[in-house]
């Protein structure tokens, strides 16, 4: 951007002679235009992005809402040492991570999956309908796809079960929600039926710009259809893949909200709690928004470093990048 | 192709700054204007409180204090927005109580009802700061100054609420700063109070049991539960060939009482929620032994296969589904937490799958007490905001409505239409009068039941003796019973359903504590919701545990609370009761 103007103002303004830069404020004068037309841009990162780093200092006082900034009692760290110091928190923290590092493999797999395969079938009438019936779960609320799945695993009537039995692999019923290491399982095959078939599109485009030279050259040297996915479209849909993994890397700690919500219960807690919620019981329900503002910083600066971490290994791997 | 799309974009700058610069500048300024005149529109609607004030003062004075009769129309209603703290469908837009209030009265509502959660709704009004002129009561709304003291308003401008609330004034006070924010919806009685239906605490069981069985009595937890037992090995499906759920329990959201609230009922005490009072001092029972003792008759019914497997996974919509399946034998829950599900079976004519609720005590030398006398319901009703334009007028609205006049249309209908009134000045109903009661959609067009919720509510009985709603009038009462319900009644020599339970002890001065604000933040608070969540966590295990390792998931459970700050709670719990002591006694 900052290259592009450059080299247009002194070829706007015709007058400036090339050799000498002018001052700041003839530049700013010369590009005015440019200026206006940025400035609702930058506007709107101030107001929703800046700005509201000002509620920040929330983490810091014991906040009250109705009452103004200056009768709010300042309590340094407090709510941070509750946050660490509460076993339970650290509990939420490994739940989080770990539901979502599973959400994120299971997720970047089946979908790489899905789309080199579909990608291998011939017939385009059957190709397209599968895709689009693979997607379709993505438009339903997670509110529906809890209501299915817990239908699903239910112990009385629920069709997991009755396969399960049928096919004589369990002999009474399971109780998979009441379950507490099956739960991370559970939200990461969730995740999966909804979220395959949409996460493939993007390969699939991928995979279409790939030049079909490679693979007629690499059918004359002999390779078979494997050969050609792993030497040939792998290679290709890699840029990809690794900017999604970055920007996928800045989420780790939104391992979601909805479906722990609404499949856990009291007896998997500690197996389902997830930031999120926990900032829900003991912030905002409670009316501890300082507490659940301490909790989103925590968030936000475990993000940022991730997706610096990511972005520095790509840069080592010689991969894209995303800053 | 990078360079490319640079190009063309250096290109499109280009064409916009040169001859066309004139132009461009042209369309920025409509634009400009435009959002101006936008910005303007959505400034006066925002502001629309401010138009319907100044058509207050053209309609002030026609529709003041009272309920004053003439159905002079008024051409500008006075718009009232509140919101209403339960999901309810909203009325349809003719609805004939409403019009009649907007016609006599001159005011129009406009009501917002909950969808989802409660507290995190108000978090987030709370969060935006901005309220509905009648809001519902909750006692973080006090804490973030969003309701405005309503002493005052009463005492200059309101004198038939006044006179309502007197005998309850000071237990109304806030116990922080002794404002009055909060008008009670219910629990403020006059004349003679007939409790006919009991909405209160109970373990209920269907009355095909007690038919089967010959009408038996059961007065302790053991007895009750045998006849579960009974049941269940007699009847192991339903008659549609379901099977047969012997015992459940609902813990889900905010509605844990009926797993967590039973021990204390079982030795005799009436609802405090998480404490039991002795002598103004509360205790914690949550581990107790006289809780346990609770758990582990439940454990072994587990183990019998008579409770719900799915009851610790089960959401309140699944609960209510499920009694209304009539699978369910027996639970202990709260009358209204369970009514719309009881009411499906009714609609559907089952009576025989309806509840009937005993107060069942760990042995017959613990005296029940399940029924109380009716108390204010604090911290509940509605109370004005500080967004409200002109809370006179407000206050002056509801005060028209606390009036005879308007509280038996609000809670009998309008005379001729809804209810008739024999020689002897009693009002009754007709069996097609009736009828049309139960159907849900004939409500919503012409009934205000959303309102009626959450103003406040004359209760008991009226000057001229008819009681303050149908389900008390006695007569009224008996003729709308179906005849299994006479049958059932009239099986155990009882004439109200309330006479299963022993008569209600008076109050003492600091019941109840479950009513106990722990300010929103606090140790208390924090205290409180981590017990919620410890019991949440082990009961279930313990329930489900297999035989003979319930004692040991219970001592985890013991464990896992005793790292929890239950002083604090206890403090705050006590330091209220103390407070209300000193302050309601004289009362």
């Known amino acids: ?323 | 192709m990078l360079e490319q799309h640079q190009l063309t974009y250096k290109e499109g700058l280009l064409v916009l700054m040169g001859e066309k610069r004139r132009r461009f500048w042209r369309g920025l300024s409509i634009a400009l204007a435009l959002m101006m005149v936008l910005a303007a529109c959505s400034g006066k609607s925002g502001d629309g409180g401010g138009s319907s004030s100044s058509g207050q003062q053209s309609g002030g004075g026609s529709s003041g204090a009272s309920g004053a009769s003439g159905g002079a129309s008024c051409g500008d209603p006075f718009t009232i927005s509140a919101f209403i703290g339960a999901p309810h469908q909203t009325p349809t837009p003719d609805n004939r109580i409403y019009k009649k209030i907007e016609n006599e009265l001159c005011v129009k509502l406009e009501m917002e009802f909950l969808v989802g959660d409660l507290q995190q709704k108000l978090g987030v009004m709370i969060a935006g700061g901005e309220y509905p002129d009648l809001i519902t009561a909750d006692t973080k709304l006090v804490a973030a100054k969003a309701v405005i003291p309503l002493e005052d308003l009463i005492e200059e401008h309101a004198p038939n609420l006044k006179k309502h609330y007197a005998q309850a004034w000071n237990k109304m006070r806030d116990s922080s700063d002794g404002h009055i924010y909060w008008l009670p919806n219910y629990g403020i009685i006059h004349g003679e109070f007939f409790q006919t239906w009991y909405a209160g605490p109970a373990f209920w069981i269907q009355k095909k049991v007690l038919k089967e069985f010959g009408y038996p009595r059961p007065k302790t937890l053991d007895e009750f539960m045998q006849l579960v037992r009974d049941y269940v090995a007699k009847h192991p499906t339903t008659e549609d060939g379901q099977p047969t759920i012997g015992y459940t329990a609902l813990a889900y959201d905010w509605r844990t009482f009926p797993l967590l609230n039973p021990p204390e009922h079982l030795i005799g005490h009436p609802n405090d929620g998480g404490v039991v009072v002795r002598d103004g001092v509360a205790e914690v029972f949550a581990v107790k032994d006289y809780a346990k003792r609770y758990y582990q008759e439940l454990n072994k019914l587990y183990n019998e296969g008579l409770f719900d497997k799915g009851a610790f996974v089960q959401n309140y919509d699944q609960y209510l589904a499920k009694i209304s399946s009539g699978r369910v034998v027996a639970f202990f829950d709260q009358h209204w937490n369970f009514q719309a599900g009881e009411d499906n079976l009714i609609a559907q004519g089952r009576i025989w799958d309806t509840y009937v609720g005993f107060p069942l005590v760990y042995d017959t030398s613990i005296r029940d007490w399940y029924l109380d006398r009716p108390l204010p319901n604090l911290n509940n009703g509605f109370g004005i905001s500080k967004d409200a334009k002109d809370p006179v007028r407000i206050i002056k609205f509801l005060d028209a409505l606390i009036t005879e006049e308007w509280q038996k249309i609000l809670s009998w209908g309008e005379e001729g239409i809804d209810y008739l009134v024999d020689e002897n000045g009693r009002f009754y109903r007709t069996p097609e009068q009736r009828t049309q009661q139960e159907d849900p959609t004939w409500r919503l067009a012409n009934r205000a039941e959303a309102l009626m919720g959450y103003i406040p509510k004359i209760e008991g009985t009226f000057s001229d003796g008819n009681a303050t709603s149908p389900g008390n009038q006695p007569e009224e009462f008996f003729e709308s019973l179906k005849p299994e319900d006479q049958e059932v009644l009239s099986a155990y020599g009882a004439k109200v359903w309330t006479d299963f339970f022993s008569p209600a002890p008076e109050n003492p001065v600091y019941y109840p504590a479950w009513q106990i604000d722990l300010i929103d933040g606090s140790e208390a608070a924090i205290a409180g919701q981590q017990m919620t969540d410890t019991s949440l966590k082990y009961l279930p295990q313990a329930i489900m545990a297999k035989p003979g390792e319930f004692d040991k998931v219970w001592d985890e459970y013991v464990k896992a609370f005793d790292r929890i700050n239950v002083q604090a709670y206890l403090d705050r719990v006590n330091e209220q009761l103390q407070w209300r002591i000193e302050n309601w006694a004289t009362n």
């Open chain 1, 1 to 323: 951007m900052a290259g592009v103007t450059q080299d247009l103002a002194p070829r706007e303004s015709g007058a400036v002679p090339v050799n000498r830069r002018p001052s700041v404020l003839r530049r700013m004068y010369n590009q005015r235009t440019l200026i206006l037309m940025s400035a609702p841009i930058v506007a709107y990162v101030i107001l929703f992005s800046y700005y509201p780093i000002w509620g920040w200092t929330m983490a810091f006082q014991q906040f009250r809402p109705g009452f103004s900034f200056w009768e709010q009692e300042w309590v340094g760290l407090k709510h941070f040492r509750f946050l660490f110091g509460d076993a339970a928190f650290l509990n939420v923290l490994r739940n989080t991570i770990a539901m979502s590092l599973i959400n994120m493999v299971l997720g970047f797999v089946t979908a790489i999956s899905f789309a080199i395969l579909l990608n291998e079938v011939r017939q385009r009438f059957f190709k397209r309908t599968i895709q689009t019936i693979s997607y379709l779960p993505h438009f339903l609320s997670w509110i529906i796809v809890t209501g299915i799945v817990a239908n699903a695993l239910s112990v009385e009537g629920g069709i997991v079960n009755i396969v399960l039995m049928k096919l004589g692999i369990i002999r009474e019923p399971v109780m998979w929600l009441n379950e507490p290491h099956y739960f991370w399982g559970i939200v990461g095959l969730s995740h999966v039926w909804k979220e395959v078939g949409w996460n493939a599109i993007i390969y699939l485009a991928a995979m279409a710009s790939i030049d079909p030279a490679l693979y007629e050259a690499a059918e004359m040297d002999g390779a078979n259809r494997y050969r050609k996915m792993l030497h040939i479209t792998l290679p290709g849909i890699k840029p990809i893949i690794v900017i999604l993994l970055i920007m996928n890397l800045g989420w780790i700690l939104e391992a979601g909200f909805e479906v722990q919500y609404l499949l856990g219960n009291g007896v998997v807690i500690d197996w389902s709690q997830t930031i999120d919620i926990f900032v829900l019981k003991y912030g905002l329900q409670i009316g501890n928004y300082s507490l659940a503002t301490a909790a989103g910083i925590f968030k936000t600066v475990v993000s940022i470093m991730m997706i610096f971490l990511a972005n520095t290994i790509a840069k080592r791997l010689g991969e894209e990048r995303l800053i």
